[in-house]
């Protein structure tokens, strides 16, 4: 036979080489466990709470999280929206006396980073909504102090252009706040052909004809709105996956209407209410609305003295039926967000200054406290960005 060529290992070394495999197969494990999204946090840094803009890894199978970056020296970036490339996100500067403005930012989704890149005027004071279309051609901006909607010219590079289009609303209704208008959101269809503009001020949703190629976008369409119960101040709208059905929640009140859509039409099928018989309708101060990504059940936060998340399945026919609530375990639920595999739902409570996880049955609906928290003070956007 032969001399053997076979070489033993010392023991430490073979030590060393198991420990090494071991981690990197515990590693390997771990990354591939569940998705992982960038979750950005919009706040407000009026009352020195937050520093900006906040960027979170967020595990969609675990709901574990971690700190990865922050955009600082930004006032008052309430609300985010993120271009369908996720390479540019887009924030509002919610300010009043003339100073609303709008900035562009670029984003890299796999270390988390934001760069400034330029600013704008928002066309009106108090700017509290932006949406861009799925071309990133314009940002639509809510202004809620100046009561006005304005569309925003976004270059190829992702900066704000220097014209601006803005259109004032105009009129009142007979509840607290709605002694002038005050624009809340605006979102745009699935097909970017119509803009849907809530506005608390006058209890309408105003819906505008969009052409992106055009140097002013909107024109009104035709009807110009759809009127809700007066007193009720529309907020927030969404629409249903299939694209069948829209919603808009009502902050004064807490009802939630539904409608049927079909090209720029919206017909009402029903309206709920969010708060419990006992309650006091009248300043539920009801703030967000959305459904989850199946399309199985629509969830509306109410604020106030109520505190609570609260859902409702979805039927076919786009009709509501109850399917219960949860306390936010927090204050001021501004704004929630359902992550994108629809496990997960986070609500980020604005006056205690967190963000809390809660699990969802994706059967029943039901929350379930998942035992963790953000701490980020004065949250108010909540939005989910894949990492590739």
Known sequence: MGKSTFKYIPVRVAFVLLVTMCSYFLVKGQSTTGKEYNLL????????????????RFNSETGAFSYK?????????SYLTISNDHK??????????GKGRVSS????????????????SSGGNGPCYITVDSENKYAFVGNYGGGNISAIPIRADGTFGSSLQSIRHYGKSIGQDQDRPHVHAALLSPDDRFLFVPDLGTDKVNIYNVDLSAANPLTPASPAFISVKAGSGPRHFTFHPNGRFAYVIQELTGDVTAFEYGNGNLKEIQEVSLPLPGHKKVGADAADIHISPDGKFLYGSLRGDINELVYYAVREDGKLVYAGRHSTLGKG???????????FLLVGN???????IFQRNQQTGKLVFAGKKIAVGAPVCLKFVAMD
């Open 333 to 343: 639920p501004r704004n929630f967000v359902i992550d994108p595999t629809g496990k």
């Open 350 to 356: 604005g006056e205690s200054d967190e963000i809390v």
């Open 88 to 97: 540019h996100v887009y924030s509002v500067h919610e300010v009043g006396d």
């Open 41 to 56: 946090i919009g706040t407000y840094t009026e009352p020195g709470k937050s520093e900006g803009i906040y960027v979170y």
């Open 105 to 120: 930012f670029s984003f890299d989704p796999a270390t988390g980073q934001l760069h400034l890149m330029n600013s704008a």
């Open 69 to 77: 970056s922050k955009a600082v020296g930004i006032e008052n970036p």
